[in-house]
């Protein structure tokens, strides 16, 4: 088996199941001779490699059991490929060793090719593939976005970035003033009408493909949870970042279409704003301490650069609301200017 050359270098604790992949490929699904490498980088345990053979490419689904559940990566893809959406097709599995052997959607995420000039063609299909999604992918069985969980992804900022990353320590009022405003993103969301969430709804997960389009992968860890969370990982994306106006424009366009689906009642734009900021805010924040837990936790290094924009969106999110006033204190005065210092080290 020929691994090849890649940017990304496989880790050495990956031989094993590097021959145990190969084993599987050519005796129980029968594909002989391929070359294989690694397809893309992934924020969790699972790992993803792209097969070549015969002209013709497939993705591997590497999921060790134990640390990732094959059982819900393929109950999720069932759920939207019933409902059209351009999902990989499951060729074959083996749950007992974590294997998934996948079509391959191609090369080109969103994050790749995206550009002023062709963002609306882009953003336009995926907001139709939201909208689908919204309306017709059934949530049966799937974990619900409660404050439980919303409060355990706003902990990692002050677990990961703040605590372990920049080794602040907060005064007992910062401490207060942080769970009052996690009880008002909180509340916010769950206000909310709820509806199917991809929960990483964005341009790292996103492929621009030739036919139907967009090409969506990464949504085991769907929820039923608030009609904004996709929308805002959409339009204000840890990795890429667009003008407020046209994010806005995005946002009031989604409004008025998820009116007509039935997905949303409420008129009122300026509270759907109010939804989708806040939304952001507790999103942006659940981010940033993920980065910093994967460097530290995981030692993938690479999410920190997204940090500093993904705070700047909550800073200019919190400048808009006077309850956020704290928030955006704590992050001004002292997270943006530790994270400078942790750069120039």
């Not at 689904?61 to 069932?78: F, T, W």
């Not at 769950?190 to 139907?212: C, E, G, I, K």
């Not at 989604?254 to 997905?263: E, K, L, S, T, V």
């Not at 650069?305 to 928030?327: F, K, N």
Request: aromatic fraction near 8%; hydrophobic fraction near 40%; glycine fraction near 6%.
């Amino acid at each position: 088996m020929d691994t090849g050359n890649s940017d990304h270098t496989l880790d050495c604790d990956m031989s094993q199941r590097l021959d145990e992949i190969a084993r599987w490929l050519r005796d129980d699904v029968g594909i002989a001779a391929f070359d294989i490498n690694p397809a893309s980088e992934d924020a969790s345990f699972r790992r993803y490699l792209r097969i070549t053979f015969d002209r013709q490419t497939r993705i591997v689904m590497d999921a060790p059991p134990g640390k990732e559940d094959c059982g819900s990566y393929l109950n999720v893809a069932r759920k939207l490929s019933e409902c059209g959406l351009n999902v990989p097709d499951v060729l074959a599995v083996d749950r007992a060793q974590g294997f998934i052997l996948l079509s391959d959607l191609g090369r080109e995420l969103y994050l790749h090719v995206l550009s002023p000039s062709n963002v609306g063609k882009l953003y336009n299909d995926a907001l139709d593939a939201l909208l689908i999604m919204q309306s017709k992918a059934s949530t049966d069985g799937l974990r619900s976005y409660d404050r439980a969980l919303l409060y355990e992804e706003m902990e990692l900022f002050r677990r990961w970035l703040v605590r372990k990353h920049l080794n602040l320590s907060l005064r007992a009022d910062e401490h207060s003033m942080l769970d009052g405003a996690f009880a008002l993103l909180a509340d916010s969301a769950l206000a909310q009408p709820t509806v199917f969430v991809h929960r990483d709804y964005h341009s790292r997960n996103l492929l621009r493909t030739r036919h139907n389009n967009p090409g969506i992968v990464d949504f085991q860890d769907a929820v039923v949870g608030p009609v904004t969370y996709d929308l805002i990982s959409l339009l204000r994306d840890c990795y890429i970042a667009w003008p407020l106006d046209q994010v806005e424009s995005w946002v009031f366009e989604y409004h008025d279409r998820a009116m007509a689906a039935g997905i949303l009642s409420l008129q009122d734009q300026t509270q759907f704003l109010r939804w989708v900021d806040l939304m952001g805010v507790q999103r942006h924040l659940k981010a940033s301490g993920i980065f910093a837990r994967l460097t530290h936790r995981d030692g993938k290094t690479g999410f920190l650069s997204d940090v500093p924009r993904t705070l700047t969106y909550v800073l200019e999110t919190a400048r808009r609301y006077p309850e956020l006033s704290g928030l955006h204190e704590l992050i001004a005065q002292r997270v943006m200017p530790a994270l400078d210092a942790r750069r120039t080290q």
